[in-house]
């Protein structure tokens, strides 16, 4: 039997204009791709916030690896945030650390010698198809090059739940299907990701679970139960 590593129970998220989210309830399952779609403005980065416990819900439990989030002190809810890896919108990377000590930054944090961080950075950005030098500045990036980096800073500590916020949002269909294969690899090595995206074509290309918001609700929608041979532009025409 498959283990929730995500549940909510109940949760309304609220902000200064009313209810974003109202009484919804859904479970995350290990090892799961999962899509979040909606509109713009539906939800969908308060959601994830709230996974990650950098935002708390006006109602409703949420339980995170078998551990209630409301009411965890700083270093429980730092002990739980180490189980997961985020990529945000936006790409902040430090600009005077070069790119393998950007991504090498967070096993600096946890106290990993400097070396060994970065062995572990080169070893990741290789698996990942990117190659760099080891001096190179993160400002000689392309957008794609970059999503990619702030994939693998999110991903070197071997999180269990990686949760990916739009990463495509400002990309081509080129970058973006590369930017999809190489979430679809981490999922296949076991890791859960959660990913938000506006563009359903996506969805019918992986073939994976739809978390859909939809009138301050959540509606889960399962893949189709063979899987669609569909390119992303053959896909955004049914849509």
């Known amino acids: 039997m498959v283990e929730p590593c995500v549940t909510f129970d109940r949760i309304s998220i609220a902000h200064s204009e009313g209810f974003l989210l109202r009484n919804v309830s859904f479970q995350i399952e290990e090892k799961e791709f999962y899509f979040l779609t909606g509109a713009s403005g539906s939800g969908k980065t308060s959601l994830l916030r709230v996974i990650y416990m950098d935002l708390m819900p006006f109602e409703g439990a ?6 209630k989030t409301r009411g965890l002190n700083a270093k429980a809810k730092m002990t739980l ?6 990529v945000f919108q936006e790409n902040d990377f430090l600009p005077h650390l070069s790119i393998l ?3 090498a930054l967070p096993l600096h944090v946890r106290g990993f010698d400097a070396r ?6 080169e070893d990741l950005l290789a698996w ?5 030098k080891p001096t190179q500045s993160v400002l000689t990036l392309s957008g794609g090059e970059k999503k990619r980096l702030a994939i693998a800073r999110a991903v070197i500590g071997r999180p269990d739940v990686l949760i990916v916020d739009e990463p495509t949002g400002n990309l081509d269909e080129d970058t ?7 979430l ?8 859960t990701v959660i990913m ?16 859909r918001i939809e009138n301050k609700g959540v509606m889960l929608n399962m893949p189709y139960t063979e899987p669609q041979d569909l390119t992303v532009n053959k896909a955004a025409r049914h849509v």
């Open 176 to 182: 973006s299907l590369k930017i999809l294969e190489l």
């Open 62 to 67: 949420v339980t995170l690896f078998d551990k």
């Open 81 to 86: 945030r180490r189980r997961l890896g985020i």
């Open 196 to 211: 938000s995206t506006h563009n359903q074509s996506f969805v019918h290309y992986l073939n994976k679970p739809e978390l």
């Open 101 to 103: 000590e950007n991504v």
């Open 116 to 121: 060994k961080a970065l062995g572990h950075a």
């Open 128 to 132: 990942m198809g990117v190659l760099v």
């Open 184 to 191: 679809r690899r981490l999922n296949n090595d076991g890791m």
